[in-house]
């Protein structure tokens, strides 16, 4: 099995979601929590952004102990030097710096040539290695930027210094395949590498970040960057939690797995939501609402008898205490009886026919029918407990 390095950048990426703003002691909250579920770089933050974000980025740093802090610095020396003075009391502290590439972003927003670009990031990255023992470099804009220039600037910047190389898809713009194109086409042709490690960082503009990353692992990148939720700019970040998950349970095809404790994702997704104010789909895969909840008779009758038949995740594998049998208008027989019997009841096949049909009727009325509407329908039809 490969291991891969998880890069959380809830607290950064994740705060940049339109609405979002941690205050000091929120932030240490998640940091402590994201520590605790064994994740292996918090990124705390951007210290030159704000005064705010300093102290934020700086206590993290101070505090944690489990894993390496980093934190966001652009392509210029006073960031790499308020990012030092927020990091250096971290237990392995790492800057993480970036610079665009793509011809769209050198020329309307840097307003540089690609020469000047590779410049820039050799000196800076050679600047950052006289007091970063890691150095993470970004090639912002990646996924649009042309594949020999990329492969030109990466092999300057490691001979510089950098020895962890991310590669944003920061639009959200690529397909898996071709993401899968790219880091075979860097592993194959960046005469380096091998002092390298591949990072994959993907936005889900096109509701693609999580399959691009998976891709992205599957082709030769050795750090996933994500969020708790999948929050962040725009339409967000690939989902730690999914990525995590999806590892686990396809080891078998991607032969590659994390040192996160899965156990904690429940929890830790529940605090990022109630801090960030961040509602979570009852949808969204894992640790969505409805993510182990069966409805329909067919399921529930099927997991009733063996688990598998349709659940591929065991709930307590992700920190959810059980199941959920919900009843409603698609519910059968067994599940009901189910129920019945959870309650206390014990009923007859002649009482349960009857209670069935009162159910039904309910059922077709309401999107759910509660514990409370079946105590209900028992007390009506006088069933003795
Ligand atoms: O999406 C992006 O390109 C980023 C970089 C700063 C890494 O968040
Ligand atoms: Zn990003």
Redesign the pocket.
């Known amino acids: 099995m490969r291991k891969i390095n998880v890069f959380d950048t809830t607290l950064r ?1 994740g705060e940049q979601s339109a609405g979002v703003n941690l205050n000091f002691e929120e932030k240490l909250e998640i940091a402590r929590q994201l520590e605790r579920l064994n994740v292996d770089i918090i990124e705390a933050g951007f210290p030159a952004s704000s005064p705010g974000d300093f102290r934020s980025v700086k206590a993290i740093a101070d505090t944690v102990r489990g894993c390496s802090v980093t934190g ?1 610095s652009r392509s210029i020396q006073k960031d790499i030097d308020t990012s030092w003075e927020a990091l250096r009391g971290g237990i392995e502290p790492r800057l ?1 710096i ?1 610079i665009a590439t793509s011809p769209i972003h050198m020329v309307h927003k840097l307003k540089k040539s690609p020469e000047q670009v590779i410049e820039t990031a050799v000196e800076t990255v050679k600047y950052a290695a006289k007091f970063f023992p890691t150095i993470q470099w ?1 090639a ?2 990646a996924c649009r930027s042309d594949l020999n220039f990329l492969v030109r600037i990466i092999e300057q910047v490691i001979d510089a210094g950098a020895s962890v190389i ?1 590669i ?1 898809d ?1 639009v959200g713009y690529i397909t898996p395949h071709e993401i899968g194109h790219i880091f075979k086409y860097l592993k194959e042709n960046v005469r380096n590498i091998d002092r390298a490690i591949l990072s994959t ?1 993907c ?1 889900d503009d096109l509701g693609m970040a999580v399959a691009n990353s998976l891709s992205a692992i599957e082709h030769g990148a050795g750090q996933v960057e994500c969020t708790i939720n999948g929050i962040g ?1 725009r339409a967000g970040n690939a989902a730690l939690e999914e990525i995590a998950v999806a590892l686990k349970i396809r080891s078998d095809y991607y032969h590659a797995q994390t040192r996160l404790k899965l156990h904690e994702i429940k929890r830790t997704s529940t605090l990022v939501s109630k801090l960030t104010g961040m509602v979570v789909p009852n949808n969204k895969a894992i640790i969505g609402a409805n993510a182990f909840a069966h409805e329909s008779g067919i399921h529930q009758d099927g997991v009733l008898k063996e688990k598998t038949t349709y659940e591929i995740i065991t709930p307590e594998l992700v920190g959810v205490s059980s199941n959920r049998m919900v009843l409603g208008k698609h519910s059968g027989r067994h599940a009901f009886k189910e129920k019945i019997k959870e309650l206390g009841y014990s009923v007859n096949d002649e009482e349960l026919n009857r209670l069935f049909i009162a159910f039904k009727d309910l059922a077709d009325k309401k999107k759910e029918v509660t514990e409370e509407d079946i105590f209900a329908i028992l007390t009506e039809e006088r069933v003795a407990a």
């Open positions: 990426d966001l993480h970036f970004s912002e804009d991310n944003p920061t960082h936005h700019e």
